[in-house]
């Protein structure tokens, strides 16, 4: 694969997946943090959107998307979506609670920091250039890894001839990621124009 599909692979998937995390993050906080509600004793001043439930799925399975796309189009290059999509998620998802102000978000957002920071500290702990920057470099280069010496111990292939990242390197994996998300993420309000 060439340089420039990893590279655009790399930011559509960052983009599709920030972008449903912000559609499921807004879902969220419409159906809980009190815009609406259905039936029962909670009953508001309004009921919820048709679009309300349908869009927490479809948001969930094009956060999913956004991982394959950039699993399959990136292949090692930039901030990985495989290590980073459940700590980025729940991270989020324990912002938005704790920002939305209720009394209760405290109490949910205790599960949510140990979701999101234990797979993430075992990753950082096991390979952490690997977690922030990626196994490739755009071009497809192997870096020399962190886990080399696990790779040699396995009977894998050795990377001792693999280069070290360089500073472009490093803005190109960590910056393509963050435009990629920050681009997803502001266009969440567009497309929640055209659902409702």
Not at 15 to 32: D, K, M, P, Q
Not at 70 to 75: D, E, N
Not at 135 to 152: N, P, V, Y
Request: hydrophobic share 60%.
């Amino acid at each position: 694969m060439n340089a420039a599909v990893r590279v655009v692979g790399s930011a559509v998937g960052w983009a599709v997946f920030a972008l449903n995390l912000a559609l499921l993050t807004t879902s969220i906080r419409s159906v809980l943090g009190g815009a609406c509600a259905a039936e029962g004793a909670d009953v508001l001043r309004m009921e919820c959107a048709d679009s309300a439930l349908p869009l927490l799925v479809w948001a969930i399975l094009g956060a999913l998307a956004g991982v394959a796309i950039g699993a399959l189009l990136a292949q090692g290059f930039g901030a990985p979506l495989t290590a980073l999509a459940w700590p980025v998620a729940a991270g989020v998802l324990l912002l938005d609670l704790i920002l939305s102000g209720s009394s209760w978000s405290l109490l949910l957002a205790l599960p949510f920091v140990a979701l999101a920071l234990a797979p993430l500290l075992l990753r950082m702990r096991a390979d952490p250039r690997g977690v922030l920057l990626g196994r490739r470099s755009a071009s497809g280069i192997r870096f020399e890894g962190d886990l080399r010496a696990l790779r040699s111990r396995l009977g894998q292939r050795d990377v001792s001839g693999a280069p070290r990242p360089g500073a472009g390197d490093w803005a190109l994996g960590l910056g393509v990621p963050i435009l990629g998300a920050a681009l997803g993420a502001s266009s969440a309000p567009m497309w929640l124009d055209a659902i409702d």
